[in-house]
């Protein structure tokens, strides 16, 4: 939010090279010298657009940023929802994230704050300066200002969520900008400029995939849906309205998928989940971009504390694992809980790829890399080039079902999304006919909790229903009073909403006070 500098050319443009491919240049020899570039020549040629938006997409991987000693930013998702736990207890702001004592002091609130805000300048800059870069192929243009308008929907729409009435920011700032100190917008206008983004993202002209790892229209329309559905409850309570909205958007993915399967599927293993290989494809509507070469994956803090299970040997991590009882609150035989088969783990290879052995305990396979970290009698690249998932179809699956089920009951069409996902889990579904709206509700919003589990998704379901998951009953309960049994401290009205930064709030008064109850 303070001033918003373009980065350096040279490392900006690298950024593209890795991420998307090279740009071509034909006429290279008379362009300016990238050293003689300012933020006023920038924004002249397209591939200056090409670099510009690359450099968004960059940024979203401040979520795998380090957030102290063996803890990263995207915990602060996964630490709240009481799914997981630590075995190392040696960051003192996670441990306040698992203890529900966080405050506007905890560094990975702060660090989301910067994060998402940096997003949204670095949209904002290309928002305003693409459309006039001149010659331009107008399809190319409209493509990266869709993609722009995308990653800026997509960082509001976190920010919102967790913090309510945000800064509204949709210019490039400087320190003389009218509003370089701008006060927090109401949720009903963030959440007005994050569906007309989507919508002119949708009708940008984007390829419905892109396995490159660009946004694509699978993407925009699931994100869409995701909007509505959340603006159907949560704060907004918009209802039945949102519900019909959030159902149809999903269901244009799903008819789209349903005639191009080979294109838009679910994966037909777990495995495929977390395999290098299937990167940006089928299952995967959008990811955010790994590479060694620029920044490898950053989800080892799921990796078991001091117990070898990768080619480093006993390594100092398990700053999130699962707690016993979420592991144990799903169905009997269901896949996603079978050892190196589903999204669990209980047994490993020595060293990545050596003698069997038991952990003693489950941790989360679903982002661990088998190519990189070695499996059995394979040694390992040593290269985590896993993607990390932001949106999956079986999410989109899921949204239709629950969003059709509040339209009017459960439908065949919705129940038919709800059961693939608990076919490829192999596990039996009861007849349609046995579903009342109630249970049928209280089934897929199950299927998120196992399903969506450690995919920074699961906190946000439970601010938008205001219910959480008890794994010791297996059913739902109100958010307020209901036990996180990760450090048995009971969640209370505050906990909807973060409190924002501190220093935020001291070097803008315009904030206004703190979220209630920090």
Same mark, same amino acid.
Not at 437 to 448: G, L, P, Y
Not at 474 to 490: A, C, I, M, W, Y
């Given at each position: 939010?303070?001033?918003?500098?373009?980065? *350096?050319?040279?490392?900006? #443009?690298?950024?593209?090279?890795?991420?998307?491919?090279?740009?071509?240049?034909?006429?290279?020899?008379?362009?300016?010298?990238?050293?003689? +570039?300012? /933020?006023?020549?920038?924004?002249? !040629?397209?591939?200056?657009?090409?670099?510009?938006?690359?450099?968004?997409?960059?940024?979203?991987?401040?979520?795998?940023?380090?957030?102290?000693?063996?803890?990263?930013?995207?915990? =602060? =998702?996964?630490?709240?929802?009481?799914?997981?736990?630590?075995?190392?207890?040696?960051?003192?702001?996670?441990?306040?994230?698992?203890?529900?004592?966080?405050?506007?002091?905890?560094?990975?609130?702060?660090?989301?704050?910067?994060?998402?805000?940096?997003?949204?300048?670095?949209?904002?800059?290309?928002?305003?300066?693409?459309?006039?870069?001149?010659?331009?192929?107008?399809?190319?243009?409209?493509?990266?200002?869709?993609?722009?308008?995308?990653?800026?929907?997509? #960082?509001?729409?976190?920010?919102?969520?967790?913090?309510?009435?945000?800064? +509204? !920011?949709? *210019?490039?700032?400087?320190?003389?900008?009218?509003?370089?100190?701008?006060?927090?917008? /109401?949720?009903?206008?963030?959440?007005?400029?994050?569906?007309?983004?989507?919508?002119?993202?949708?009708?940008?002209?984007?390829?419905?995939?892109?396995?490159?790892?660009?946004?694509?229209?699978?993407? %925009?329309?699931?994100?869409?849906?995701?909007?509505? =559905?959340?603006?159907?409850?949560?704060?907004?309570?918009?209802?039945?309205?949102?519900?019909?909205?959030?159902?149809?958007?999903?269901?244009?993915?799903?008819?789209?998928?349903?005639?191009?399967?080979?294109?838009?599927?679910?994966?037909?293993?777990?495995?495929? %989940?977390?395999?290098?290989?299937?990167?940006?494809?089928?299952?995967?509507?959008?990811?955010?971009?790994?590479?060694?070469? %620029?920044?490898?994956?950053?989800?080892?803090?799921?990796?078991?504390?001091?117990?070898?299970?990768?080619?480093?040997?006993?390594?100092?991590?398990?700053?999130?694992?699962?707690?016993?009882?979420?592991?144990?609150?799903?169905?009997?035989?269901?896949?996603?809980?079978?050892?190196?088969?589903?999204?669990?783990?209980?047994?490993?290879?020595?060293?990545?790829?050596?003698?069997?052995?038991?952990?003693?305990? /489950?941790?989360?396979?679903?982002?661990?890399?088998?190519?990189?970290?070695?499996?059995?009698?394979?040694?390992?690249?040593?290269?985590?080039?896993?993607?990390?998932?932001?949106?999956?179809?079986?999410? %989109?699956?899921?949204?239709? #079902?629950?969003?059709?089920?509040?339209?009017?009951?459960?439908?065949?069409?919705?129940?038919?999304?709800? *059961?693939?996902?608990?076919?490829?889990?192999?596990?039996?579904?009861?007849?349609?006919?046995?579903?009342?709206?109630?249970?049928?509700?209280?089934?897929?919003?199950?299927?998120?909790?196992?399903? =969506?589990?450690?995919?920074?998704?699961?906190?946000?379901?439970?601010?938008?229903?205001?219910?959480?998951?008890?794994?010791?009953?297996?059913?739902?309960?109100?958010?307020?009073?209901?036990?996180?049994?990760?450090?048995?401290?009971?969640?209370?009205?505050?906990?909807?909403?973060?409190?924002?930064?501190?220093?935020?709030?001291?070097?803008?008064?315009? +904030?206004?006070?703190?979220?209630?109850?920090?």
């Amino acid at each position: 939010m303070k001033k918003q500098l373009i980065s *350096k050319i040279y490392k900006i #443009a690298l950024i593209g090279v890795i991420v998307f491919g090279q740009s071509a240049c034909s006429d290279f020899l008379t362009e300016k010298a990238p050293s003689n +570039l300012t /933020p006023e020549s920038f924004y002249t !040629i397209p591939d200056h657009a090409e670099a510009a938006i690359a450099s968004v997409y960059a940024d979203l991987r401040f979520i795998g940023n380090g957030a102290g000693i063996f803890s990263t930013n995207w915990q =602060l =998702l996964e630490a709240l929802t009481g799914t997981s736990t630590t075995e190392t207890a040696q960051n003192s702001d996670l441990n306040n994230l698992y203890g529900l004592v966080h405050d506007g002091y905890t560094i990975h609130l702060v660090n989301y704050w910067g994060g998402l805000y940096k997003v949204i300048a670095q949209a904002n800059q290309v928002l305003d300066k693409v459309p006039a870069i001149t010659p331009m192929d107008a399809k190319q243009k409209s493509k990266i200002l869709g993609e722009a308008r995308f990653l800026r929907a997509s #960082a509001y729409f976190t920010a919102v969520r967790l913090w309510g009435d945000v800064p +509204l !920011i949709t *210019k490039p700032q400087s320190a003389s900008s009218a509003d370089f100190l701008p006060a927090r917008a /109401p949720v009903e206008s963030v959440y007005k400029l994050i569906v007309d983004d989507l919508i002119a993202a949708e009708a940008s002209g984007l390829d419905w995939m892109d396995t490159r790892g660009r946004v694509g229209t699978a993407a %925009v329309k699931a994100q869409l849906a995701e909007v509505y =559905l959340t603006m159907a409850g949560g704060s907004l309570k918009k209802g039945a309205s949102h519900y019909k909205l959030a159902a149809d958007k999903a269901f244009e993915v799903i008819t789209y998928a349903n005639s191009n399967p080979t294109s838009i599927n679910l994966f037909s293993t777990y495995y495929d %989940v977390h395999r290098e290989s299937t990167k940006n494809r089928l299952e995967h509507l959008f990811m955010i971009q790994y590479n060694t070469s %620029v920044a490898g994956n950053p989800m080892g803090n799921f990796f078991p504390n001091f117990k070898p299970v990768t080619f480093n040997g006993p390594g100092g991590t398990g700053s999130s694992v699962p707690t016993p009882f979420f592991y144990q609150s799903y169905e009997d035989g269901d896949l996603r809980t079978k050892d190196q088969e589903g999204y669990f783990y209980t047994s490993y290879f020595t060293n990545g790829n050596g003698a069997p052995f038991s952990l003693g305990a /489950p941790y989360v396979f679903k982002h661990f890399n088998q190519t990189a970290n070695g499996s059995s009698g394979v040694a390992g690249t040593r290269n985590d080039n896993l993607n990390v998932p932001q949106i999956r179809y079986a999410q %989109v699956l899921l949204t239709y #079902a629950e969003a059709q089920n509040e339209v009017g009951g459960p439908t065949q069409a919705a129940y038919d999304a709800f *059961k693939r996902i608990r076919d490829r889990a192999k596990l039996n579904t009861p007849a349609l006919g046995t579903y009342s709206q109630a249970t049928f509700r209280n089934a897929v919003w199950k299927e998120r909790w196992h399903e =969506l589990c450690y995919e920074q998704i699961t906190w946000f379901d439970m601010v938008r229903l205001r219910k959480a998951f008890n794994e010791k009953t297996k059913s739902f309960e109100e958010f307020v009073g209901h036990t996180n049994l990760s450090s048995n401290q009971k969640l209370q009205e505050k906990h909807l909403l973060l409190p924002l930064p501190t220093a935020e709030l001291l070097n803008n008064p315009k +904030l206004g006070k703190q979220n209630p109850g920090y």
